[in-house]
């Protein structure tokens, strides 16, 4: 992908800038792969268009309290400079009072960022009316945001494609299974589960099954954990979304099937992986599985569709996703063309097998290439962002 220039970009987004764009990003951050996918994802991809980010990190500080305080000195010695505001942090980190003193020394627009917006919306909700813009990664939970007196916007996740990448090696092997790269626990768990037990070649890459005891995902069924519980009854009691995860997190927790069979014949079992192996995997890999339902509300009879960093992520690299169908997913990428979509249990089996078919291989090379252009053409940060800017 060719970069643009500086200049056509921030003709884009602010004509009547002459410098390059700089974006004060309030972000706590940890060294963990939570946080720092947002370094490696939208900061990297900006910054081959010329957008630099300036980040303060709240969790430097021994206290919330402290962190405003010294945020608002921070924004005063750079505020010749900024041209946005930027959070995705709820009010208890960033506290609503800190962003009307940034908007009155700044005078910048102002956007907050809302990546869990969908199963925690309420977080933000005192935060968020001192936005000028919120920026929803699922639309199901736009009318909260509506009635607080927000102005929204939706975009859901990207990929970055200087970051993920197809295999580019002239020889690339075919790993002629359907793979999961990541712990699998709760619906992960049984969809692979699901999967094995009816023939289907499966391989997971997580340290998660080579080391008995790092989590729950080997080892039989998930505990009851009371205190667990509660906790979520306080956060999913008051709207509906929240309210049908909480049943199905009960329900499955009682079930049978939350962890992962791991010594089935059909199950390949490797460490995790790097970056690198990682997009070359999703490049190898026949078929690799994404879930698209919010947390274990894939049990109930009408799951809530979630989409995840993962649905960019594999066909940016040049992977096929399977996935089950739900109508926002439909319309990034193209069934049997682009993704592999399934309505059913029975479908899964079958469309998992009938593209593991040796004889279709040249078919699932051909989908993968449509699905990395795709990605490209579409499902970018700078897309997203370019999006974001508009309403602005």
């Given at each position: ?57 709240p ?37 609503p ?149 909480l ?32 997009c ?13 339902e ?5 049990i ?9 960093l ?50 279709n ?32």
């Amino acid at each position: 992908m060719k970069g643009h220039t500086r200049q056509c970009v921030l003709s884009n987004i602010y004509p009547k800038l002459n410098h390059i764009m700089k974006i004060l990003y309030y972000f706590y951050e940890l060294d963990t792969p939570m946080y720092l996918w947002q370094r490696e994802h939208f900061m990297n991809e900006l910054s081959h268009y010329g957008i630099e980010f300036i980040t303060f990190n709240p969790a430097k500080y021994d206290t919330p309290e402290i962190a405003n305080e010294e945020f608002i000195r921070f924004a005063k010695t750079c505020r010749d400079d900024i041209d946005l505001f930027l959070s995705c942090d709820e009010t208890k980190i960033l506290f609503p009072e800190t962003v009307r003193e940034i908007k009155r020394t700044l005078s910048v627009p102002t956007v907050l960022i809302c990546w869990d917006n969908l199963e925690l919306p309420y977080k933000q909700k005192a935060v968020a009316k001192a936005f000028d813009l919120i920026w929803l990664t699922s639309h199901e939970t736009e009318y909260l945001f509506k009635s607080w007196g927000c102005k929204t916007i939706f975009q859901t996740y990207a990929a970055n494609p200087y970051f993920f990448h197809p295999n580019r090696t002239e020889v690339k092997s075919i790993i002629n299974k359907v793979g999961f790269i990541g712990t699998p626990y709760g619906s992960r768990a049984n969809k692979l589960n699901y999967l094995i037990s009816n023939g289907v070649e499966c391989a997971v890459y997580s340290n998660s099954i080579i080391n008995k005891g790092y989590n729950h995902s080997v080892g039989g069924t998930k505990k009851f954990d009371p205190i667990d519980i509660a906790v979520k009854f306080i956060r999913y009691l008051r709207f509906p979304i929240g309210r049908k995860v909480l049943y199905s997190t009960i329900k499955n927790k009682l079930s049978r099937q939350s962890s992962l069979t791991d010594d089935s014949p059909f199950l390949t079992k490797a460490p995790s992986v790097s970056h690198d192996d990682m997009c070359s995997l999703y490049s190898s890999l026949s078929l690799s599985l994404n879930i698209s339902e919010l947390r274990d509300t894939y049990i109930l009879k009408n799951p809530i569709p979630k989409i995840h960093l993962r649905t960019f992520e594999i066909p940016m690299c040049g992977g096929l996703q399977i996935t089950s169908y739900n109508d926002e997913i439909a319309g990034y990428f193209e069934d049997n063309k682009e993704i592999i979509l399934y309505h059913s249990d029975e479908e899964l089996i079958d469309k998992a097998k009938f593209y593991l078919d040796e004889r279709n291989t040249t078919l699932v090379a051909k989908m993968k290439s449509a699905a990395r252009l795709r990605a490209e053409n579409e499902h970018t940060w700078k897309k997203r962002f370019d999006e974001v800017m508009k309403q602005i």
